[in-house]
């Protein structure tokens, strides 16, 4: 943390999640990456909170998290983290666009409002795309292109095996759960890692600028102008 106890502002964020009913029979995560490196820097489960409540930590969370651009958040649209639900706001994405956080995975601008309509917005989960996510990652794993230091995820995802339906999920969890498809859907926290080390490849690096121009320099007042807008568009102000 720098000495104003956030994250340098000179790296860009991303952040994924996976949502769970928060009834307590498997967690919603959250996981930050630092865009440079690949490296996660935040770890977050709860298997209790609300959908709702969770989407409001989550964007607390991104929006202090901050950064030269706002933090690309994603999430798994499927069940609790639909975006449709405007209307009762007890699902993720609904609360998440009540609340006017722009930088959402999918969204064309970040800094325009996104609609819950676009099916662009969020990533929605299918036996191809799951075991594509999970191949992305345990290749950028074996390659050292990204830096895992929680140890609960990376014992979640070693554990991760075909099902006999043919469903991707950890072997040991759901086990007293009905059918594959009880047992594919838990591994939360090895979902929301694969999750960001994707969405890093839709933030841009960040740009290399003076830490400390002059002091009334042009370079300084641009500085300014870019993280007052950054605030306001993110909904910091």
């Given at each position: 943390l720098e000495s104003d106890g956030r994250l340098s502002q000179m790296n860009n964020y991303v952040a994924f999640c996976d949502i769970s009913k928060g009834v307590g029979a498997s967690n919603s995560t959250l996981c930050v990456k630092d865009v440079r490196n690949r490296e996660t820097i935040l770890a977050y489960a709860n298997p209790s909170l609300a959908p709702e409540d969770f989407a409001r930590m989550a964007v607390a969370i991104v929006r202090w998290v901050g950064g030269q651009q706002a933090c690309l958040t994603g999430w798994e649209l499927n069940g609790p983290g639909d975006v449709t639900d405007y209307a009762s706001g007890v699902n993720f994405g609904a609360e998440v666009h009540r609340l006017g956080y722009y930088a959402v995975f999918g969204n064309v601008n970040t800094l325009l409002p996104w609609e819950p309509?676009?099916?662009?917005v969020g990533w929605r989960s299918?036996?191809?795309r799951k075991a594509l996510l999970l191949g992305d990652f345990r290749a950028a794993l074996a390659r050292?292109?990204?830096i895992e230091h929680e140890a609960a995820m990376l014992d979640e995802a070693a554990d991760y095996v075909y099902l006999p339906s043919g469903?991707?999920?950890p072997a040991t969890l759901g086990e007293d759960m009905d059918g594959d498809d009880a047992m594919a859907s838990h591994g939360d926290r090895t979902i929301a890692a694969c999750g960001a080390l994707m969405v890093c490849n839709h933030q841009p690096k960040p740009r290399d600028v003076p830490i400390n121009p002059a002091k009334g320099s042009t370079q300084e007042a641009l500085?300014?102008?870019?993280q007052a807008k950054r605030r306001m568009m993110s909904g910091e102000d």
């Open positions: 309509q676009d099916s662009k299918t036996r191809e050292g292109e990204t469903a991707i999920g500085n300014n102008y870019r």
